[in-house]
């Protein structure tokens, strides 16, 4: 039996015009239906600036006052969007639903122009809630805090043009290789249909427990991406000519000094997708990636 659903939180950044009219299509299902909105503050202001009607909602601005305040939170952007509500989401297990007001959408999978359909699919019971894992990352300086995990990847890179770094890199305490690149990527299912695959990265389905180690652009041609367990500790020194370089998580970014000690497995908590039926990870993927269809015509 599924839950009643009477909270929604909202999320977003910059809505672009085309996808005003959509927003306020929402909003009205919503009010329709006695549903307890609850805006991102920013969020919120910006629909302001745009003229809807939301002056007497809700608010929230922070992980603390979202928990235990929201039976699923709606994100409306593009999937960097989607990604930015984790660190709100955190582990209070509150289901995220993705509307896509993008571009790509691999994440926030229902289209703008699909509002009354997504809703009445919701409020009908027709989901499922697709179980997604996070990445953690560990250095002895704690650059990211507490927000230092990640749906998508870990990624350590080089500084801008400079030469490219040494990564000496350690699975479960066995030495896996040496890689010398512009940098490494260790992606999630989820992420490996994106800065991943785009370096040659194998697309991994969520359900599967792994990670994708993937090299970006590598000295040595033979290093190829490697997935091994997710039940992994991987650990990783980087070297080279300058005394830094960037590590990110997701969409945040440190600087960090070379021959510091990192170690990345799977965080304790995963996030739920909200998915209707007749979506599923491979037909997004045949839809987004266009598989199948002839560009000829």
């Given at each position: ?6 909270h929604i939180a909202l999320y977003g950044l910059h809505i672009g015009n085309d996808a ?118 560990n250095d002895p300086e704690h650059l990211f805090g507490d927000l230092n995990f990640a ?50 990265g194998p697309i991994i389905h969520p359900t599967t427990g792994n990670f994708v180690i ?84």
């Amino acid at each position: 039996m599924k839950a009643v659903i009477q909270h929604i939180a909202l999320y977003g950044l910059h809505i672009g015009n085309d996808a005003i009219p959509h927003v306020a299509r929402l909003l009205a299902i919503l009010r329709e239906k006695k549903i307890n909105l609850v805006f991102y503050k920013p969020f919120k202001e910006e629909l302001l600036k745009q003229g809807l009607d939301v002056a007497e909602s809700s608010e929230f601005s922070t992980h603390e006052n979202l928990k235990g305040n929201a039976d699923l939170l709606c994100s409306l952007g593009g999937d960097g969007t989607m990604l930015e509500t984790i660190s709100l989401i955190r582990d209070s297990g509150i289901p995220v639903l993705g509307i896509n007001t993008g571009r790509l959408g691999f994440l926030s999978s229902i289209a703008k122009e699909e509002v009354d359909w997504a809703m009445q699919e919701l409020f009908a019971g027709h989901y499922f809630l697709a179980n997604r894992s996070l990445l953690q990352m560990n250095d002895p300086e704690h650059l990211f805090g507490d927000l230092n995990f990640a749906m998508n990847e870990f990624t350590v890179h080089k500084k801008d043009t400079s030469s490219m770094i040494a990564i000496h890199t350690w699975v479960d305490g066995e030495f896996l290789n040496t890689y010398w690149a512009d940098g490494l990527i260790i992606a999630t299912p989820t992420g490996s249909t994106g800065y991943s695959m785009s370096c040659g990265g194998p697309i991994i389905h969520p359900t599967t427990g792994n990670f994708v180690i993937t090299p970006i652009a590598p000295h040595n041609l033979t290093m190829r991406p490697i997935i091994v367990p997710d039940s992994s500790v991987i650990k990783l020194v980087v070297e080279g000519r300058h005394d830094s370089f960037l590590a990110t998580l997701d969409s945040r970014s440190v600087t960090m000094n070379t021959g510091i000690e990192m170690t990345v497995k799977r965080e304790t908590f995963s996030i739920q997708f909200v998915r209707l039926k007749g979506q599923s990870f491979l037909s997004t993927l045949r839809n987004k990636l266009m598989w199948g269809m002839d560009k000829r015509n």
